[in-house]
């Protein structure tokens, strides 16, 4: 396995926007527009409540409905939150875990992220799994045992046939929304180590066949650059994503 035989994901991160009747319009938009652009797996992570619209507007299509977080509890007295087997049901195959908003905003930590995982594994679901570093880490030159620790921590106990299903997100968190880019160079870079983390883990084959995204602004001008990286098998993409045209053309850098 190398870059060449695995497969590139791209997948889009719409955060908390879109009503149900948006989701259903933008898939469908976006279905048109990606249709039979195969090379890579198209992965749209919407709000829950968009989830059945969603879900609905993507069958017979090649894009794929994910969620984006998911409660480590089976069922229970967890006001708010939403369990493996639930997003299963509606129809949900994949699930971003771990993404620094939710680390920033919402308390989420290296445990909560580990068990949201196996959670997720145990459910079946496919888990996008975010991790990055803060501008301070990357200045304190400091992002290699950052990006370990939180790597080694998230998969703490999940075995090699688990990470079948486990795709990891390279994402920095100062280039999150900002409009600011890491380097394709920087990108591979991160994506490189990541990789040398799974085979220490694992084995040097589960690293060569785990697909590991770059994401943080990047968008239908620079995607091309980051993707041709031979550590960067796809992108995970906040912003362009809402936008079509522009999440079009990250799927057709991606082929
Ligand atoms: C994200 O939400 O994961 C992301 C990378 O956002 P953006 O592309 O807007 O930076």
Avoid at 87 to 115: A, P
Avoid at 137 to 150: C, G, P, Y
Avoid at 187 to 207: F, H, K, M, N, Q
Wanted: one cysteine or more; proline letters at 2%; hydrophobic letters at 40%.
């Amino acid at each position: 396995m190398n870059k060449a035989t695995r497969k590139a994901v791209i997948a889009g991160n719409w955060k908390m926007n879109m009503t149900p009747s948006q989701a259903k319009e933008t898939v469908e938009k976006t279905a048109a527009l990606v249709k039979g652009k195969d090379g890579c797996d198209i992965v749209l992570c919407v709000p829950f409540v968009d989830i059945a619209s969603a879900v609905e507007a993507a069958k017979g299509t090649n894009i794929k409905i994910g969620a984006q977080n998911v409660h480590f509890a089976e069922s229970g007295a967890y006001t708010g939150e939403i369990s493996a087997s639930m997003l299963l049901e509606t129809g949900v195959e994949y699930v971003i875990i771990g993404h620094s908003e939710r680390r920033q905003y919402f308390g989420e930590t290296d445990e909560t992220v580990n068990q949201r995982t196996k959670a997720a594994l145990t459910a079946g679901l496919t888990v996008i799994l975010c991790v990055g570093e803060v501008l301070e880490e990357r200045q304190s030159n400091i992002t290699n045992e950052i990006l370990s620790m939180q790597t080694k921590l998230a998969l703490a106990g999940i075995s090699t046939e688990d990470m079948k299903k486990v795709i990891i997100a390279y994402e920095p968190v100062w280039a999150i929304g900002t409009g600011l880019t890491a380097t394709p160079q920087q990108a591979d870079e991160a994506c490189g180590l990541i990789r040398s983390v799974l085979a220490d883990l694992y084995d040097e084959t589960t690293a060569q066949s785990t697909t590991i995204q770059y994401g943080g602004s990047m968008n239908d001008g620079n995607a091309a650059e980051l993707l041709a990286k031979v550590h960067v098998d796809g992108g995970l993409i906040g912003g362009a994503s809402l936008v079509p045209e522009k999440f079009d053309a990250i799927v057709t850098a991606a082929q």
